[in-house]
């Protein structure tokens, strides 16, 4: 069997080498359109989105993040927890490539998800309830990968500044915060209805801007005039204030109260 078909079948396992690398270590790498192993990490995928993720890539699109779910993401609970995980769909089951892969590579490359940003690197822990603070990094390291050969020496913040990655995970850290703490929801009697609030507000942010500003969201909830108008014109700040506003429907906690009536 050739060297990168046991690899492809390590993927299909969902097996990886995977080295830890300690804080002020670097790792060489580099990922070009000339490499010989170019877009074979875009088969085989198995990419997690985050909110911030849903939004450049409905924006890039043109699209309604409802449309944008139904037509390029599937979503699945984490091993036996209730916790959702959003991932991009494939185009075809054989190769389980990525939606996105074009004959030129990825076709949405400037708006590419955190997780095609951030390899070779990740975090130990693939448990996302398991929480983001203190889990050491590693490098991933695949037969196909040829990018481990070339190029300059990274240390992570430096690989996840220059890809871009840095930025979004800062967007998204409120929200990594809240995903182990949805474990506590499981012995609620309304937990169904906490989860679909959850997903609504994290990944269909159109569907959540109706809610704010077509119902009676404003009458009931404590939103200055001056908040209303900058989320009703800042998608980012909205989505931002979703998962502020998740904190108090899930939680009871965070900025966001009810008006006293
Ligand atoms: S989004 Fe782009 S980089 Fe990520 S797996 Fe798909 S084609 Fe590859
Ligand atoms: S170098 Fe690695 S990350 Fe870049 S295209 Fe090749 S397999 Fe993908």
């Given amino acids: 069997m050739e060297k ?16 830890p690398i300690a804080d002020d270590a670097t790792f060489r790498f580099s990922c070009h359109p000339g490499i010989s ?12 989105l985050t909110p911030f993720d849903v939004l450049r890539l409905k924006k890039k699109l043109g699209i309604r993040s409802d449309e944008f779910l139904a037509k390029y993401t599937v979503l699945q609970s984490f091993g036996t927890t209730e ?3 959003l991932k991009l769909a494939v185009a ?14 990825c076709s949405i490359y400037d708006s590419r998800p955190t997780v095609c940003r951030n390899y070779p690197t990740g975090v130990a822990s693939q448990d996302p309830t398991a929480g983001q603070s203190a889990q050491p990094y590693f490098i991933i390291e695949e037969d196909m990968c040829k990018g481990h050969f070339e190029g300059q020496n990274w240390s992570i913040p430096e690989w996840k500044a220059n890809q871009g990655a840095a930025e979004l995970d800062e967007l998204n850290k409120p929200w990594l915060e809240m995903i182990p703490r949805l474990k506590s ?4 009697d309304d937990k169904d209805q906490k989860m679909n609030i959850f997903i609504m507000v994290s990944f269909d942010q159109d569907t959540f801007r109706s809610m704010v500003f077509e119902s009676s969201f404003l009458d009931r909830f404590e939103v200055s005039q001056a908040t209303a108008d900058l989320l009703k014109n800042d998608e980012d700040e909205l989505l931002k204030f979703g998962f502020k506003w998740l904190e108090f429907i899930l939680f009871g906690e965070g900025p966001i109260r009810p008006k006293k009536q």
């Fill in 4 to 19: 990168d078909q046991k690899n492809q079948n390590k993927r299909e396992r969902g097996e990886f080498d995977l080295k």
């Fill in 37 to 48: 192993c170019f877009n074979e990490c875009c088969h085989e995928i198995d990419v997690v």
């Fill in 83 to 85: 916790v959702p995980l």
């Fill in 92 to 105: 075809d089951e054989e190769t389980r490539q990525c939606v996105f892969l074009g004959e030129k590579g």
């Fill in 185 to 188: 929801l499981r012995l609620k």
